[in-house]
């Protein structure tokens, strides 16, 4: 096999499928998929340090799944070629769902390795918010979570919440899984000497400023705000993300030298760059509160959720203390308003002996078309806040000194659907009503403020900043833009992946290199309800219900800023991790890149097709062991101990799962070991053939059994077939050696209590049942053919004898070659073989794939059709028909013409021409005429003249 | 061998493609099965080479019955699609007969593979049974009393 790698003549294509073949023998075009490896061949050393890292453990097929391996592995250690593989079904839903492309399904596989340090740098891989994206995200990878479809999404944003709190309280671990594995150096950036001006220190800013300091270029962060973090900071509530939680991620991002300027507007962004900033990015976010344009709007105390939670959340707060408090909409920053209102006046009744407020949330549609998170809106009304649907406002009446007093309102009712697909609200005539009101807080949506933008900047009616959606810049050169700046107001894993994508933009911009095209698409693992059943068969999948979040009582929470949800319990986290299915088997949490030091791994690569033209094809697609689970009485599966020959092979191995001890599943040596013959061989209940090669692996496997552990070994075989050279000698040899032969078919095992196996069988010699009770048995079980056999069939044209293996061209005289000339066949694709058998035929087959590329030329069948020119009409119906492609209209004279290089003569052209111009040599209608005619001629009468026709030119 | 009586003994004419059921039918011979001996072969390359006007030749000339058989759709065919041909034209044909007044029981269509030599011989023995219960088609005759 080392030979077969080295050759300089033989080009080895691993882990690739041939899919498609199309031309005739000797001009053979091949289509073959080489299947995305994800490691490079030709820089794996395969030093194996990436085995240590996976957190991902598969029944490793190799040993039968008597052991497990990793997602990135090797199939044996002398595979060749000997670089490894990494088993990747796709990206995993999750990942695939979210905008930061966060490896959740690697975090997770790393909790449940109790890896928390190393699912922390996971986690930072692709997200530099884990302290916000763990309590605050919209979560759109647990909707896409296949857990979904057994029961519930596994819990992905609160498993984060816990590895940032675990990664914050253990420092010192956490800087050892982020120390560089490999080369110190080579992780460092070289400095470029560039500078980039960041306005905004939001999300998509800070992303985009610690990207670029990875870089090596130097950042300089303007924010308007005396605090960073943007709507983070002052959009998000303290109780649900508290402010030093969120500190921790930008000081994370400040220390790797960024310059962060609070209290520091800037006025014209455009003038950044002639104040010798080479490329600048705009994240001003969305802070410009919408409210309807009705009469009262402009009251003092009807304000936008923006400011009210902008001014709460920087400390300053109104006197809500016993006020009744109206906010409107439906969305989560609605219900952040409310329950922030009613924190407010609640802690300033406690404080002062006062009456707490009333907070009522008004929305024009009903619960079920909210926006709001589920978890938001059922905390909001466990905290009391009043809901009332189908309300929507239509005047803020103040009382006389100005101040509002009223908001008078109408009855809404659904209507038709508009574009989001929710039922449009519409007024419902005469239902006017009023609702006490000392506060209207508007939550309907906010919008960009681009003042600081001048003209050239292109923006929307909306005032969001018009960007290329891949380089994410502005109609201005080296002006760039993300996050509710260009979206409008969404979420914050939003924004921290475009952040991603504007800096990669901007990488390129500052190093003078071509900008950025669209991101290649990675197919996505899809877990499918077959593939669910499977793996709960297989016991894969653990019963256990969604982990569930504490909440601090209301009571508790409604009186202080105390965050409401706590984290999940290291115990919690690892079951709850365990719950994950693992779509994409490799989980991408990426810790094998670290390790590999000639950086061979690339978890972006996907399928080649490879166009191969070949003069001839040799089949050796092999064959399948056949599932013993199909015959029960053999009690496959009932214990550790009843295995196939397989199975055996590989325990016995030293390469194998014990190290080539042969030991019960106790971990003890068996005292006696019983081998059955013909397990779905020479059986009508599974196959007729005969397996041909298990007798003599049978023997072999009885001789290591006794010379390993010197147990007693029963044979039951029904006829022993030792039919090569010096096989029948071995067969004597194990005679002496003491095994006991029963020749009678093994009929039965049985699990004795106490895990002996009871062996019953025939004895034809003695004439009675024969019966061993023993610690091990070893099912001899046949072979046949892999079960994608068809396509390969139909791939090659290749036709399929009774027992499903490849059918030669002759039984005796051609047993290499097929019916389609230019493929050979080689081994058990044919039939059951042994290994010199099977080598010799190799061998046959390689020989006359030579002669064929030798001669330079092939000899084809005279059975060829060909076009009577005169008679051809120049109906064309030959030419959609011909398999082949071997008829060409020919337009100039207005005729069919065949090609007899490309025709294989089957005549269905012939058949079809209504003009009856084609003729099939050797198969012309007149001679099949002749013998129809001649079938039914009385011997006496005159014998049938067949003319011999003289065809084509 | 059964009898309907008068001692009537069929004649069926098969056309078989060369590379599934002709070795189907060769192998059967070989292998020493039991077969009727009313059915003559007539071998094509393909039964996509079968013209309609085969299968009507044959009764004109006086066949009592006729099987076509070709390679297992899907795949199996040896020129990847010619028995999709056969697929689609002989229900045609089998239309087209009845027009002429054959009973449709008369004309078998199908696929026997290589490897199913006791599937040709058992359609010999039942084809070559439910023909003899038929009767004689004669439509040779009818055809020339017409004529005259």
């Known amino acids: ?953 | 061998m059964s009898d309907n009586g008068n001692g009537f003994e069929p004649r069926i004419v098969g056309f078989l493609c060369n590379w599934c059921t002709y070795a189907a039918a060769d192998t059967a011979g070989v292998s020493r099965m039991k077969q009727e001996p009313n059915v003559d072969i007539i071998r094509v390359m393909c039964s996509g080479r079968v013209d309609p006007v085969f299968i009507l030749k044959a009764f004109a000339e006086g066949a009592d019955g006729v099987i076509v058989s070709g390679c297992h759709p899907p795949g199996d065919c040896h020129y990847s699609t010619g028995n999709y041909k056969t697929f689609r034209r002989m229900p045609m044909v089998e239309a087209l007969l009845q027009q002429y007044g054959i009973e449709k029981e008369r004309f078998h269509w199908g696929w026997i593979s290589g490897a199913e030599a006791p599937k040709w011989a058992r359609l010999v023995n039942d084809f070559t049974e439910k023909v003899r219960d038929l009767g004689p088609l004669d439509w040779k005759r009818q055809l020339q009393s017409k004529e005259e």
């Open chain 1, 1 to 953: 096999m080392m030979d077969v790698g080295r050759h300089p003549n033989i080009t080895l294509l691993s882990y690739s499928e041939v899919e498609g073949v199309s031309g005739y023998v000797g001009n053979f075009d091949v289509q073959v998929r080489r299947k995305a490896r994800y490691v490079d061949e030709d820089v794996c050393t395969s030093c194996g340090e990436c085995l240590d890292v996976c957190p991902i453990h598969v029944e490793d097929a190799f040993n039968e799944g008597l052991s497990t391996r990793p997602a990135i592995y090797r199939a044996f250690a002398q595979a060749i070629p000997s670089a490894f593989v990494i088993d990747k079904q796709g990206v995993a839903p999750c990942r695939s769902a979210c905008p930061t492309d966060q490896r959740a399904q690697g975090y997770i596989a790393l909790i449940r390795e109790r890896r928390f340090a190393d699912a922390f740098r996971t986690i930072k891989e692709d997200n530099p918010f884990p302290s916000v994206c763990g309590r605050v995200c919209n979560h759109v990878c647990e909707t896409e979570c296949s857990r979904g479809k057994v029961d519930e999404p596994v819990s992905i944003m609160r498993l984060k919440h816990f590895v940032t709190e675990w990664a914050y309280d253990h420092p010192e671990e956490v800087a050892e899984a982020f120390e560089p594995k490999i080369d110190a150096d080579a992780e460092k950036p070289e400095p470029t000497g560039k500078k980039a001006a960041i306005v905004g220190a939001g999300p998509a800013g800070l992303t985009v400023a610690q990207d670029l300091v990875l870089k090596g270029h130097e950042v300089t962060v303007f924010e308007a705000l005396p605090v960073a973090g943007g709507m983070m900071r002052v959009g998000i509530p303290d109780y649900r993300l508290p402010p030093d939680a969120l500190q921790r991620d930008i000081d994370a991002i400040i220390d790797m030298g960024v310059d962060l300027r609070l209290n520091h507007p800037v006025e014209d962004v455009l003038g950044l760059k002639d104040n010798g900033y080479d490329a600048v990015f705009v994240g001003i976010g969305a802070h410009r509160g919408v409210k309807v344009p009705i009469e009262g709007v402009e009251l003092p105390q009807s304000i936008s959720a923006v400011d009210f939670l902008r001014d709460a959340n920087l400390g300053h707060y109104p006197d809500l203390m016993g006020k009744k408090v109206i906010v409107l909409g439906g969305g989560d920053v609605a219900m952040d308003s409310a329950c922030t209102a009613l924190r407010i006046g609640t802690m300033q009744a406690r404080e002062r002996g006062g009456e707490a407020p009333e907070v009522r949330v008004a929305y024009r549609r009903t619960d079920e078309q909210m926006p709001a998170q589920e978890a938001e809106f059922r905390q909001a009304e466990e905290e009391g806040i009043i809901f009332d649907w189908l309300v929507s406002p239509v005047e803020v009446v103040p009382d006389e000194e100005d101040n509002v007093c009223h908001l008078r309102c109408t009855r809404m009712e659904l209507g038709e659907p508009d574009e989001s697909g929710r039922r449009r609200p519409v007024p419902v005539e005469g239902s006017e009503f009023v609702l006490d009101a000392d506060y209207v807080i508007w939550a309907i949506g906010a919008r960009p403020d681009p003042i600081c933008l001048s003209e050239e900047v292109e923006c929307t009616l909306q005032d969001t900043v018009v960007v290329d959606e891949n380089t994410m810049m502005t109609s201005m050169d080296g002006v760039f833009a993300a996050g509710d700046a260009v979206t409008g107001m969404a979420f914050v894993v939003d924004a921290i992946g475009a952040g991603h994508k504007a800096a990669r933009a901007m990488d390129a911009y500052l190093r003078n290199e071509p900008m950025p095209g669209p991101e290649p698409e990675l197919p996505v693992a899809e877990l499918t309800d077959e593939m669910i059943a499977e793996k709960r068969a297989a016991g894969e999948i653990v019963d256990r219900p969604r982990a569930c979040v504490p909440e601090v009582d209301v009571d508790g929470r409604i009186g202080s800023w105390c965050e409401v949800c706590g984290a999940l319990t290291e115990e919690e986290a690892v079951a709850e991790a365990m719950r994950c299915l693992q779509c994409g088997i490799c989980s991408e949490c990426n810790h094998c890149v670290h390790v590999c030091g000639p950086q061979a791994i690339n978890h972006q690569m996907t399928d080649e097709i490879l166009e191969l033209s070949v003069g001839g094809v040799v089949v050796a697609t092999g064959f399948e062991m056949w599932d013993p689970h199909q015959l029960p009485q053999y009690s496959y599966g009932k214990s550790p101990n009843i295995m196939t020959g397989m199975e055996f092979e590989r325990l016995s191995s030293a390469g194998g799962p014990t190290g080539g001890e042969i030991l019960t599943a106790d971990g003890e040596p068996p005292e006696s070991v019983a081998i059955i013959h013909c397990v779905g061989s020479r059986d009508h209940n599974a196959h007729k053939y005969c397996s041909r090669f298990c007798c003599m692996y049978s023997l072999k496997q009885a001789h290591l059994v006794r010379d390993k552990t010197g147990a007693e070994v029963y044979e039951f075989y029904m006829d022993m077939r030792t039919f090569g050279k010096g096989y029948e000698e071995f067969y004597e040899r194990l005679q002496e050696e003491g095994i006991t032969f029963v020749r009678g078919r093994g009929a039965e095992v049985e699990v004795l209590k106490g895990g002996k196996l009871r062996v019953k069988g025939d004895d034809a010699d003695l004439g009675r049942l024969a019966q061993a009770d023993v610690d091990m048995v070893i099912l001899s079980t046949a072979i046949e053919a892999p079960h994608d056999a068809d396509r390969i069939a139909s791939l090659f044209g290749l036709g399929r004898s009774e027992d499903g293996f490849f059918a030669e061209a002759h039984p005796k005289l051609r047993p290499v070659e097929t019916n389609t000339d230019g493929v050979f066949l080689a081994g058990n694709a044919q039939g059951p073989k042994d290994v010199p058998d099977t080598v010799g035929q190799a061998g046959a087959a390689a020989s006359m794939t030579l002669a064929l590329l030798d001669k330079g030329e092939v000899t084809i069948s005279p059975q060829v059709a060909v076009v009577d020119e005169e008679l051809c009409s120049a109906c064309k119906t030959c030419i959609s028909l011909c398999p082949y492609d071997a008829i060409s209209f020919i337009e100039e004279e207005d005729v069919a013409r065949v090609n007899e290089a490309l025709c294989k003569g089957c005549g269905t052209c012939v058949a079809a021409c209504p003009a009856e111009a084609i003729t099939a040599k050797h198969f012309t209608t007149r001679q099949i005429m002749a013998q129809i005619e001649g079938l039914f001629r009385m011997p006496e009468e005159e014998p049938v003249e067949v003319e011999v026709e003289r065809v084509g030119s």
